[in-house]
């Protein structure tokens, strides 16, 4: 089978919650001031109370509202495809698989989150979010969402993005967003960063000080984050069970799943229900991939840490690069963060997933050969885990062993051509 497809009626009614199967508890947040475990109450002046049940939830299954699900029905469910082209390129016995996220509307998997995200908003009386974003996917994403559940949206993007990416920028006020360079001069902690450097490329954890900050002086005002937090990875679920009953109707059992991590939102959610198998029998491999230049996973150490770069947000029990890294601004804007989801550097730390890391030549080089043979472009993200499936492949033709391989397709590059353009082969 080259593409399989299934009907709506397949599509899930329930997100799956893999805090229930973690090898070991998740360490609670701690308070920014107090490193005191944070209780439900000190995340009310940011989320709704909906979104923080789902955060700490014990629950293994959370039903789909009617609401999220007749959007999500816009572009959902999405394709598994076979790579049959890529195969043939690389003359390998592999079966390589992608799930293909690029086809939402809003260019990436970050709608799966933004639209729950803006529906239980709503209905708690939220009148407007306030974001952050940086190649412009969640900003883009996050707008989308709040124009369809009447909300308003102020997003904060990192300034390197901003001035590379109008074309973001210019989809978000479609949808009648407020975009901001991040640092801009509205917030107080973006002040404070113009001062030590006026030149500042800005950062995912500067732009999050931002938005949050300013969350927390608007009563009618919430935060949302597009990756990192554990309601953000079990929205992203969707994607995972999908591929399972994906991969049953081609009669595959995967031998490796793969998918670029930022904050580890898209790859944690297409290995949520795998991650019990892998624990019970080990014969899968679920494998990480980071840019070499904010590589938290490979690089990183595991502690407390803050989310952002002021230290407004709890403290989170990750891998992280610390909060004043400012990773170089390269073209994989979705993967420059300092830190990791607490539930991946759990499974990381507890080796359940590998990770590894690649520069920024070698991907958009996965990236050209994916575009010729496949015929779509990739987001420089995307092409992270795009790489690690071509050198399993290879891997795979080396030991002359069938393997399948399956990895995340999460977003289209059309938007970021100029990416592409500067980093063009040199013949
Ligand atoms: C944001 C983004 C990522 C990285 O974020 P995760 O939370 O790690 O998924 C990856 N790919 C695309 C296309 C993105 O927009």
Known sequence: MRKI???????????????????????????????????????????????????????????????????????????????????????????????????????????????????????????????????????????????????????????????????????????????LPSPSSTTESGRKTLETDPNSPGSLGIAISEAVEEAVKNPDTNYALGSVLNHVLLHQSIIGLEVKKQLKLADESPEILIGCVGGGSNFGGLIAPFVKKKIKNNQIRLIAVEPSVAASLTKGIFEYDYGDTMGFTPLLAMYTLGHNFVPPPIHAGGLRYHGMAPIISNLYKNKIIEACSYDQKSIFEAARIFAKTEGITPAPESAHAIKKAIDEALIAKEEKKERTIVFLLSGHGYLDLSAYEKNREIN
Request: one cysteine or more.
């Open 5 to 179: 497809i299934l009907n709506e009626k397949d599509m899930p009614d329930f997100y799956y919650n893999v805090q229930v199967d973690l090898p070991e508890p998740l360490l609670p947040p701690l308070h920014p001031v107090t490193r005191e475990p944070i209780k439900a109450d000190d995340l009310k002046p940011i989320f709704p109370q909906s979104l923080i049940k789902q955060e700490t939830s014990d629950e293994r299954e959370i039903e789909i509202p009617k609401k999220v699900r007749d959007k999500y029905l816009s572009y959902r469910p999405t394709p598994l495809i076979r790579a049959l082209a890529l195969e043939e390129y690389l003359n390998t016995p592999a079966r390589i698989y992608y799930k293909h996220e690029g086809i939402s509307p809003a260019g990436s998997h970050k709608l799966n989150t933004a639209i729950p995200q803006a529906y239980f908003n709503s209905i708690e009386g939220i009148r407007s979010l306030t974001t952050e974003t940086g190649a412009g996917q969640w900003g883009s994403a996050l707008s989308m969402a709040c124009s369809f559940f009447n909300l308003k949206c102020k997003v904060f993007m990192v300034k390197a993005s901003f001035e590379q990416k109008p074309y973001r920028r210019i989809l978000m006020e479609l949808f009648d967003a407020q975009v």
